[in-house]
């Protein structure tokens, strides 16, 4: 995200606090410690169609790259052939593909899917990519976050002239062989991420499934002293309800909304969107992070010259056969007021319901 220090940089970071300190040498093990949130990073109730790719990352203890790849292939014109991987980005070690992928006609667009589980490397890629002169890139999740931070950075110190005598490992790897977590630690580089404000409007401009993942785990922790899913749905309900918001008809799993098991009425929304909007403190902020017609995020290029242009903000969702929108919209006599559409299982293709859904939105600033 915009602000953001690129993975290379931060490695830097992290090398050069060792060579201040005088530390030539590693006797240990250099360890990615991803145990501040459980092991269950990825969602109980997530597809296994999703797991292997970029948006059901999942969310660990310890983050890197957004936990994602690249991979990519070298196509050919040939429909019906398999193009062949050319190179995974950033290195993943232990990462093993079999790849399935088809050669589709031109500008079929990216219909290719990697299907693997967190902790394992083994991955299998199925689906189409378009037939055509060039390479064509797609986004697979990390298998193993802390332990990618911890290989990298090793491979940075050793580069560096630091040796380390022992492997990268995860902490939580190294709990199941049996060792202790030190007690006490000394801190040689301390790293902040950019404002939560800018996380939250980059987590809806970009449907960031591992911001949403990470916040509603951070709540848990902070919260119920557990960063699990779980922890963080009951602090989050318990906030609202606090404040008058009913969660009759919701049932939330994640904070992606990834699990077939959530479940929300556009009733819900409207009153949460309703109790921000009426408050001075919250809503300017919260409102700044929403996409905006005509001018930001994924309404950038919708909108413009109508009546909607500047004066509708709004998130879009989308799953297989879901397509949905939720925000505020201004009508003509300049008063504000919620609104969310909310479509399952409809026939049709999803830009048709789309466009239907963006007539409507049109309507309420126009009226």
Known sequence: MPGAMPMEALMAKFREALANKGIRAVNGYVVGDGTWFPADAAGGGWAWADLGNYYASGAWGLNLHENFYFLRFQRSASVGATPRIAFIEPHVPGLEFFNEVKQAAPKTGDNAYIFGAPFTGLRYVRGTIPAGAGPFTIKGSLPDPPYFLAYHLRQALINAGISCAKGPESML????????????????????????????????????????????????????????????????REFWEQRGVSFSGCHLEDGSGLSAGNAVTARFFTDLLGKIGRDPKWFPAFSSTLATAGQSGSLKDKFKGTAAEGRLLAKSGSLSRVRSYVGYAKNKKGQWFAFAILVNNYEGSGTTIRQKMEKLMLAFCAS
């Not at 977590?181 to 580089?189: D, N, S």
């Open 173 to 236: 790897q190294l709990q199941r062989q049996g060792h202790q977590k030190p007690a006490g630690v000394q801190v040689l580089y301390r790293h902040y991420s950019p404002a939560l404000k800018e996380i939250i409007r980059e987590a809806h401009y970009e449907s960031n499934n591992l911001y949403c993942e990470a916040l509603l785990r951070t709540l848990g922790k902070k919260q119920k002293k557990e960063g699990s899913a779980e922890m963080g749905v009951q602090a989050l």
